[in-house]
């Protein structure tokens, strides 16, 4: 079984920054993508970034403010948020997908949600 538990989240004005950590640990041969999600209030889910190797990716929404990175020794990914905007307000989720063994096909997993709230 493996476990994604995240941190980092608060409440900032409209500028400030956060960064959010999502640790994964249990049965892990290795971790191929992962990634952050979030979900305001009456939306749908969306995608916010996603890192493979060494390749990320942004929705547009992000770009040039939120960085996505990993630590594959600690089994970490990381969301650098700067300049955040009220519109930034969700519950920021992140997901990995683990091969728990070497002969196994990869199960994704999700971590259970961190609230990140920006004020005007």
């Known amino acids: 079984q493996v476990r994604l538990v995240e941190s980092g989240g608060g409440s900032v004005q409209a500028g400030g920054s956060l960064t959010l950590s999502c640790a994964a640990s249990g049965s892990i041969f290795r971790i191929h993508a992962m990634a952050w999600f979030r979900q305001a209030p009456g939306k749908q889910r969306e995608l916010v970034a996603t890192?493979?190797?060494?390749?990320?990716n942004y929705v547009d929404s992000v770009k040039g403010r939120f960085t996505i990175s990993r630590d594959n020794a600690k089994n970490t990914v990381y969301l650098q948020m700067n300049t955040l905007k009220p519109e930034d307000t969700a519950v920021y989720y992140c997901?990995?997908?683990?091969?728990?063994?070497?002969?196994?096909?990869?199960?994704?997993?999700w971590g259970q949600g961190t609230q990140v709230t920006v004020s005007s």
């Open positions: 997901i990995a997908a683990v091969q728990a063994r070497s002969w196994e096909s990869t199960t994704d997993y």
């Open positions: 890192i493979t190797g060494g390749n990320a």
